[in-house]
């Protein structure tokens, strides 16, 4: 059974910081591109950065280039965002998925966890 669960979630500042994760079972982790996405309320799903399976290959969406970075510890099955200088904007509920390399679209998705930023 495959799960991927999201952490580290919260209400912060704008222009705060936070940290999440995503721990993975039940696949061969480092088989697997890890990529987070983000979806505010009445917008669509949207992709935030993505990993490559040994972490050589890293992409981010233009509104997050220079305040977010993805990282994965293969080791651990995890995979972070780091996201610093958040904006009220970003309030959204944070998704990780997972797929394999020769898959177009996540195989997998964690049930999120929410990301409220706010004074």
């Known amino acids: 059974q495959v799960q991927l669960v999201e952490s580290g979630g919260g209400l912060v500042q704008p222009g705060g910081s936070l940290r999440l994760s995503c721990a993975a079972s039940g696949i061969t982790f480092n088989l697997y591109v890890m990529s987070w996405y983000r979806q505010a309320p009445g917008k669509e799903r949207e992709l935030v950065a993505g990993?490559?399976?040994?972490?050589?290959?890293?992409n981010y969406a233009d509104s997050v280039k220079g305040r977010f970075t993805i990282s994965r510890d293969n080791a651990k099955n995890t995979v972070y965002l780091q996201m610093n200088s958040l904006k009220p904007e970003e309030t959204a509920v944070y998704y990780c998925s997972a797929r394999r390399l020769a898959v177009t679209r996540p195989e997998y998705w964690g049930q999120g966890t929410q990301v409220t930023v706010s004074s």
């Open positions: 990993i490559s399976s040994r972490g050589i290959s890293i």
